[in-house]
């Protein structure tokens, strides 16, 4: 029989004295089996699984299975997982219709598939069911549909008619040859392929703690990944990565010394983005994977500027500040050299971290209860109403 999500009830305000930090740092809001990150050893760790090895071992369609199931799969297991999302990248009629015709060119890619996203539930006759069996369906087609999302906005947006979901071949493979129009080689497949693994999951991060706050209210999945990818979108969450490209264009298009640049952001006490991290203090094990697979890809493609600047610039930050890179500071270079427009780069974030938001609203629902912190009050006390003539 189906199980529906519980919703624990609430205790009273006297269970237990609030505490106070800014921005929630270092609060502890739940229990979660998904992910465990040390971020003084520079440590991350998906159900159990060092990042590096999955990153090294496993594909992203391992991972997602992972993260929903708890184990990793076997081949017959896995395979039916591949079958499953396969069979499920296609659009409605509907939904590419609103992409070509009410969806301007010049629309954010993150507002685009926001929208995208909610809309994909007026064509799900379970968005509304709550048990487990069907979130997991939904679950598995929003990882399915949101590369199809974006490849088919990108290209609308040139003037190019969106290509089909080959309906074979790995997640990745497929994103590039929706977005390209063209198969992708083995090396860019593997790059995107790792590039997925290393985003799918991070914690209870603002986007996926978004998502868990809205599934709290018992709210369908769509609601909540709606709003995740609303979180994602700010520059200091998901958008860094657009940042950190930015800054490198602007570096070689004026032909600035890459440290001098720094200093001078750094005298008007500019962030350095994809510098720092509110976890790690040490290196975020996801930017060395990245930096390897950086060069790989810089001596592949016979340019190692954008590798031989980032390592300037964050060695650079490193000793003025004490700041290591994060995940966003090497994936910029790595989607620049794979040919993906600088807008895209948090998109494709999403197509990765649906995995580990659904995964957390799937482990929210097992044993929900609603997340309400509370708020210290810092207004005035005792006012009170002057009659409206006399104000």
């Known amino acids: 029989m189906a199980q529906t999500p519980t ?3 609430a ?5 237990a004295k609030p505490k106070q930090a800014a921005g929630l740092a270092g609060v502890v809001a739940l229990d979660s089996g998904i992910s465990f990150i040390d971020g003084a050893k520079g440590e991350l760790l998906y159900r159990g699984y060092e990042i590096s090895d999955l990153a090294k071992n496993t594909d992203f369609e391992e991972v997602a299975y992972l993260l929903w199931n708890g184990d990793l799969p076997s081949q017959s297991e896995l395979n039916e997982l591949q079958s499953q999302l396969r069979a499920e990248r296609a659009l409605h009629p509907d939904l590419l219709d609103h992409l070509r015709h009410h969806t301007p060119e010049n629309t954010n890619p993150m507002a685009a598939l926001r929208t995208a996203v909610s809309m994909l539930a007026h064509y799900d006759e379970e968005a ?3 048990s487990r069996e069907a979130n997991v369906r939904k679950a598995v087609r929003l990882t399915a549909k949101m590369p199809t999302i974006v490849a088919a906005f990108d290209r609308i947006r040139k003037g190019k008619e969106p290509v089909a979901p080959s309906g074979e071949g790995s997640a990745a493979a497929d994103f ?7 198969k992708p080689g ?4 593997a790059i995107m392929d790792a590039a997925l693994v290393l985003h799918a999951e991070h914690g209870l991060n603002a986007s996926t703690f978004a998502a868990r706050v809205i599934g709290a209210t018992l709210s369908d999945m769509y609601s909540a990944i709606t709003g995740a990818i609303g979180a994602l979108k700010g520059p200091l969450h998901g958008g860094a990565n657009i940042k950190v490209m930015e800054m490198l264009l602007d570096i070689d298009e004026k032909g600035a010394n890459a440290t001098d640049y720094i200093d001078d952001m750094l005298s008007r006490k500019e962030k350095v983005m994809g510098i720092g991290h509110r976890v790690y203090t040490a290196l975020d094990p996801r930017a060395t994977i990245l930096r390897d697979m950086l060069e790989d890809l810089s001596d592949e493609k016979g340019d190692r500027k954008w590798m031989e600047m980032s390592d300037t610039i964050r060695q650079h930050v490193l000793d003025a500040k004490g700041l290591n890179a994060n995940v966003d500071f090497y994936s910029a270079s790595v989607y620049y050299l794979l040919g993906i427009e600088t807008d895209l780069y948090t998109p494709i974030f999403a197509l990765s971290r649906i995995t580990g938001w659904t995964a957390h609203l799937l482990e929210q629902w097992e044993d929900n209860r609603l997340i309400r912190p509370r708020a210290g009050y810092n207004g005035p006390k005792g006012l009170t109403v002057t009659p409206l003539a006399e104000r």
């Open 176 to 182: 590039l040859y929706m977005l390209n129009g063209e």
């Open 11 to 15: 205790g009273s305000a006297a269970d």
């Open 7 to 9: 919703q624990t009830p």
């Open 128 to 130: 509304d069911d709550m």
């Open 186 to 189: 083995p090396s860019a497949e």
